[in-house]
């Protein structure tokens, strides 16, 4: 199936590059005949489009071939938009030059040479606004199925762990992964999120055959040279295409990087994500959208203070400890949405429980207040943790804050989410909410620590927003 949708979607996308092509010829064309732009065109030297269309067909071709040499028609997935028009500049660039230089050889003067450069700056604009378009329909198209590669992961190491937070917050690269073999036998049985535990990795060979697995990455330590030998053998005789992840000796791969001095080339360490400027771009972004949206904002936490004082006794804020970046505690603000005895009452409802992990949760939890219920809907119950952010304990965009029991029940691979400071909202909360599980959870808060920037916060951002207005998994 995932091979078919290559075929496919590759002959679209030639077919819709050559009239992206022509069509850019065209507008070159009727601005430079037509519109007369630049300057007017003397009647003696006025050319037909017919003359120019051959050219564009020939131009079509030619772009389609450096398109070809430089990857463009083959599907990668992960490869960023600046690359992929960093590759169509080259492309477009080289072919207008060789038709310029052509028409310069070969043609009358009288033809006008300004249509070459405006086709070509043209065909640049179509094809690079064509590929980001072509994204969006890719994405939508394995949101629903087509060109899903099946994915096995071999080895359940941290390695592992990061290619998993990695697919699951980038759905659209088209990747399922079927599960993760491990020889230990303690990870080789315990789910990670929504990837189950297929046992040892001598189960490979009847997983490929029952799963129908496309491809097998390969995440085992540096040390298990022999096993990994094994694997690649097994699946080169199964058919199944294999690639091996490099641990780096055990170093976090999201703060590696090469530098060569003088041919020699030396691994280093790059600073964490929210140190340095890095930080301080944050720290500006929160104290600017969070001022202005508490100017905004005051006169409704007005009304909602008076509401919860009138719907039941008790504060209209509940302060609760929390735990913040690198484990700090602190004390954070929210409306109140439940009796005042709630925390008494928790041991009472343990049996109803309906998250996994250290967490607790109840769809309709009988210590919420009618009040409550309304502002855990929409999450206004959370907008006095604003003042948290002005007071730096937390952030606009972060993980969850913990609670310190949550804390305590942390395996060591999910410590990494302490590295960045809590968040009022975060990437979980805009692809589930309450309906993830904890290591679901765990891995997208650190896929968000280990891949933070200025954009990805406002992304998060501008996708809660609908998340709050409809109220989509939140209880």
């Known amino acids: 199936m995932a091979e078919k949708f290559l075929r496919v979607h590759k ?28 300057r007017s065109v003397d009647p003696a030297s006025y050319t037909e489009f017919d003359f120019y269309l051959w050219i564009a067909v020939l131009a079509a071709f030619l772009i389609i071939l450096a398109f070809y040499m430089e990857g463009l028609y083959r599907l990668r997935r992960g490869t960023g938009y600046l690359d992929e ?26 033809h006008s040479r300004l249509v070459y450069g405006i086709a070509g700056i043209l065909i640049l604009v179509f094809t690079a606004t064509g590929r980001a378009l072509n994204r969006q329909f ?3 198209l394995r949101s629903r199925g087509a060109g899903i590669r099946r994915v096995v992961l071999v080895g359940a190491g941290e390695v592992s762990r990061r290619i998993m937070r ?26 990670i999120g929504p990837f189950p535990a297929l046992g040892p990795i001598d189960n490979l060979p009847e997983i490929i055959s029952e799963r129908r697995v496309d ?11 022999r096993r990994i030998m094994s694997v690649l053998d097994q699946c080169e005789r ?20 090469v530098e060569v001095i003088e041919g020699i080339p030396m691994l280093g360490m790059r600073q964490g994500s929210f140190t340095g400027p890095r930080s301080a771009v944050k720290r500006t972004m929160d104290i600017l959208l969070t001022g202005f949206g508490l100017v905004l904002m005051a006169p409704l936490m007005i009304i909602i203070a008076i509401l919860i004082k009138l719907d ?51 769809r309709n939890d009988p210590r919420t207040t009618r009040v409550g219920r309304h502002l855990r809907r929409f999450s206004l119950d959370e907008l006095p943790q604003t003042i948290n952010v002005l007071r730096g304990e937390m952030s606009l965009v972060g993980p969850r804050p913990g609670l310190p029991a949550e804390v305590a029940a942390y395996e060591p691979w999910h410590r990494k989410r302490l590295e960045a400071m809590p968040g009022l909202t ?39 927003l609908p998340k709050v207005l409809f109220g989509n998994g939140a209880y």
């Open 426 to 464: 975060g990437l979980w909360q805009v692809s589930g909410r309450s309906d993830l599980g904890f290591d679901e959870m765990m891995l997208l808060d650190i896929y968000y620590v280990e891949n933070w920037s200025p954009v990805l916060d406002m992304s998060i951002l501008l996708r809660t």
């Open 11 to 38: 002959g679209l996308l030639v077919a819709f590059d050559g009239v992206l092509v022509i069509a850019a010829f065209y507008l070159a064309w009727y601005v430079r005949y037509e519109l007369e732009w630049y």
């Open 138 to 140: 890719v994405a939508w």
């Open 215 to 225: 491809e097998v990455i390969i995440t085992l330590p540096w040390q298990y040279h």
């Open 312 to 362: 039941s006794s008790g504060p209209a804020l509940f302060v609760q400890e929390r735990i913040g970046r690198n484990g700090k505690p602190f004390h954070a603000y929210k409306f109140r949405t439940m009796v005042v005895e709630a925390e008494a009452m928790r041991e009472q409802l343990t049996a109803f429980n309906e998250a996994d992990g250290p967490l607790f949760k109840m």
């Open 85 to 110: 028009f960093y590759r169509l500049f080259n492309g477009v660039t080289t072919v207008t030059i060789v038709l310029m230089v052509g028409n310069f050889m070969f043609q009358p003067a009288y």
């Open 166 to 191: 990695v697919l699951l917050a980038n759905r659209a690269l088209g990747y399922e992964v079927v599960g993760f073999l491990d020889d230990n036998p303690e990870r080789g049985s315990r789910d």
């Open 238 to 257: 199964l058919g199944v295409r294999t690639r091996v992840v490099p641990d780096v000796l055990q170093m976090s791969l999201d703060r590696v990087h």
